[in-house]
Nanobody
Framework: QVQLVESGGGSVQAGGSLRLSCAAS????????????MGWFRQAPGKEREGVAS???????TYADSVKGRFTISQDNAKNTLYLQMNSLTPEDTALYYC??????????????????????WGQGTQVTVSS
């Protein structure tokens, strides 16, 4: 069972930066970390969960329009760790941020998407609060 543990959330003023991390473990049945698409999602109070950024094993990434140019997704395959560097934060970025994994297997070279229902495994989330 894949386990995802997020860290790095916190409170910051508008214009500030945070770096989120997601430690992944529990890969079995021949599917290593590289067989998964990894993504960051967020959910603000009263809103639906939305995709923020995702990445495949070839480091091809997809971003939501709202974060392009401000957020950067990356990963360290050797450490099975996913990152999200968030710069120029605004109060609209306030949300619970989740790490998620989508088992792709031989399809792992496909472009990663930001559809929450496509992802199989989820972390517990880390809170990001941006004050004005």
């Amino acid at each position: 069972q894949v386990q995802l543990v997020e860290s790095g959330g916190g409170s910051v003023q508008a214009g500030g930066s945070l770096r989120l991390s997601c430690a992944a473990s529990g890969f079995t049945n021949g599917f290593t970390y590289n067989a998964y698409h990894m993504g960051w999602f967020r959910q603000a109070p009263g809103k639906e969960r939305e995709g923020v950024a995702s990445i495949n094993s070839n480091d091809y990434s997809t971003y939501a329009d709202s974060v392009k140019g401000r957020f950067t997704i990356s990963q360290d395959n050797a450490k099975n760790t996913l990152y999200l560097q968030m710069n120029s934060l605004t109060p609209e970025d306030t949300a619970l941020y989740y790490c998620a994994a989508r088992q792709m297997g031989p399809r792992r070279w496909q472009r990663p998407n930001l559809v929450p229902n496509n992802y199989n495994y989820w972390g517990q989330g880390t809170q990001v609060t941006v004050s004005s």
